[in-house]
């Protein structure tokens, strides 16, 4: 075990604990648990949403991918990227005009529907844990590996950590260690590409240029379809990355944390920038994994290649830098579980015990309570199922978050904005829709039954691509759109005044 790593990652432990400390004095209110009270910043709350969307998989993942595969490796990064478009143009604005504290408000501006609310927290939820158990499964590895302790006990360390900074501090104290997650993954990130382009003179066109005769690989590692060889089912891969932003909870979540719709339009103008910069740079973490480490030793490191990146740092910067890294890296799992664990609390406190069950007559009090133990049973949950998930394919599980997002989150928020005639109906058909065709799908991909074994059954998938957003996320926007016209419900009302408010962000 390296005392050098040990050190850092005790440091990252206690600054995170004294930002908790300190929010905890402040987080009194249902508002303040959920959503900070309302008052980040502009760039505050871009570095939080920044800190949240670039999890593991973007900083260990991404890198390993691109040190495999090359350009297609890099596919990620792009998709991941152009989502916040898709976010900035579409989303940011209406939700935060229209909604409170979850995904559920917003879309129940409309529909003032308990049974939409049910499904909406429902899709959440699903999202939530499929997500999580992807990050603890993820951190249990980088841990065990790391300080040689069981894997069980690195991720009973993660959730207790996550549990405390939620449990105590709410979002606010969430907020704040996504914050310094994010600088201090960018920090981490620009050293580690400044020594790359150091070795190659800081000329980018010799680092291409001499990338292609280290790999084994050789002029196909620059070129598209070394891992990627069917094109619509990177398509399909490429619309779940694109669109599944859009219908993250944990990361919509994070637009009720500002004053008001310009505050989040600048937030997320600030997220871009920050993923922007990151996702570029993820090319010379890549390129240099590759061509200072190797594959080979990647591979041995870990077989998916999510090791790469504190790999490269120890080549380059000795253990120093690596503990630097390694340490970063658990930060960024520990601020990605802590948003997914409130953004699940608020959907079963907030939406279902408070709205649901309680009829909206619920004290401030009894809310925040219910946060708070809703908050206790997502983590449990979620570290019960990661401790036996170890075997399992972490990337059908992202995947997975990805693709119900995106087929059965996204329909419904676009389709409440823009089209008049929807209805309640087509809401609960759009969601429905879109949820149980990602699920069936995945359940019969690739993802999950591999004739050679590399997947969690072993057998011929009846479904061809591992991403089956090509079809479940047409699904979603058609099950919407048939479960409208099929209902005679109309409140053109409504739609005007959320119209309005969607906007405008006004209300009576």
């Given amino acids: ?31 303040h648990f959920y959503t900070a009270g309302g008052g980040l910043t502009g760039w505050q709350n871009g570095l939080a949403i920044a800190g949240d969307y670039l999890s593991a998989a973007s900083f260990l993942g991404i890198a390993g991918s ?231 030793a990647i591979r041995e490191a870990n077989a998916a290649g999510n090791m790469a990146a504190p790999l490269l740092a120890q080549a380059l910067g000795g253990d120093l830098l690596m503990s630097f890294v390694s340490a970063v890296a658990f930060a960024t799992i520990l601020a990605v579980v802590a948003g997914l664990v409130l953004s699940g609390a608020s959907a079963f406190a907030h939406d279902i015990y408070g709205q649901i069950i309680k009829k909206g007559q619920v004290s401030d009090t009894q809310q925040m309570k219910a946060a708070r133990y809703a908050s ?30 995106a087929s059965a989150n996204l329909p419904v928020i676009l389709y409440t904005v823009f089209w008049k005639r929807f209805n309640t109906a087509g809401a609960m058909t759009a969601m429905i829709t879109g949820l149980l065709s990602a699920l069936i799908l995945v359940a019969v991909s690739p993802s999950v039954i591999s004739p050679e074994g590399t997947a969690i059954f072993v057998g011929e998938p009846l479904f061809p691509y591992a991403n089956p957003a090509i079809i479940s996320v047409p699904l979603g926007f058609l099950g919407g759109f048939i479960g409208t016209l099929l209902s005679k419900e109309v409140d053109a009302k409504r739609f005007a005044e959320v119209s309005v408010r969607a906007n405008t962000g006004y209300r009576d």
Wanted: charged share 10%; hydrophobic share 60%.
């Fill in 1 to 31: 075990m390296n005392g050098t790593v040990v050190t850092l990652f005790l440091a990252i432990v206690i600054l995170t604990l004294v930002v908790t400390y300190y929010a905890a004095k402040r987080t009194k209110s249902t508002s």
């Fill in 66 to 296: 691109i040190a495999l595969f090359g350009y297609d490796g890099f596919f990620y990064s792009i998709g991941f990227l152009i989502a916040y478009l898709v976010v900035l143009f579409l989303v940011a604005e209406p939700l935060r005009n229209l909604g409170k504290y979850t995904l559920a408000d917003m879309i129940n501006a409309r529909f003032d529907a308990k049974k939409v609310r049910a499904v909406a927290a429902l899709s959440t939820i699903t999202i939530v844990i499929f997500y999580m158990i992807a990050q603890l499964v993820g951190a249990g590895a980088l841990i065990q590996l790391l300080f040689g302790i069981p894997y069980w006990v690195a991720v009973l360390i993660v959730g207790v950590m996550m549990t405390i900074y939620v449990l105590f501090g709410g979002m606010t104290a969430t907020s704040w260690v996504q914050i310094i997650k994010a600088v201090l993954l960018m920090i981490g990130t620009v050293i580690i590409s400044f020594l790359v382009l150091q070795r190659f003179d800081f000329n980018i066109l010799q680092m291409f240029s001499e990338v292609k005769t280290v790999t084994e690989h050789g002029e196909a590692y620059l070129q598209p379809g070394l891992r990627y060889k069917d094109p619509i089912g990177t398509i399909s891969l490429m619309l779940a990355l694109v669109l599944g932003t859009a219908g993250l909870p944990h990361i919509l979540m994070r637009f009720f944390t500002v004053k008001d719709a310009k505050t989040a339009r600048s937030s997320v103008v600030y997220a871009t920038w920050i993923v922007g910069i990151f996702y570029v740079l993820t090319v010379f973490l890549g390129f240099g994994a590759a061509a200072f480490v190797g594959s080979t």
């Fill in 376 to 405: 206790l049973g997502v983590s449990v949950l979620s570290i019960l199922l990661a401790l036996f998930a170890q075997s399992l394919n972490v990337a059908f599980l992202v995947s997975l978050a990805f693709c119900v997002a």
